[in-house]
């Protein structure tokens, strides 16, 4: 795939300077997206539908915006 960048087990992913958009973080595969792009030295910015900060929003790299991406005027 032209792009995109894979990685195998071992491979060193550096993602300093890079920002990601990161749906469904608050649990499960986005969560571990988040965790390894921070690891990385990356920045997140999660959509998240309630209103509290979630536990993987504490890190200054992480921005949570309050967004329902089920909702087509929210995401426009």
Known sequence: ???????????????VDKSVLITGAISGLG???I?????????????????????CAKSPRVKALPMDVTDPEQIR
């Not at 995109?4 to 992913?13: D, F, I, K, L, T």
């Not at 965790?35 to 536990?55: D, H, M, Q, T, Y």
């Open 35 to 55: 965790e390894a792009f921070l690891k990385a030295g990356g920045r997140a910015n999660i959509c998240r539908v309630s209103r509290s900060r979630p536990a």
């Open 31 to 33: 969560l571990a997206l």
């Open 1 to 15: 795939m032209t792009g995109v960048a894979s990685y195998s087990q071992g491979e060193n992913m550096q993602a």
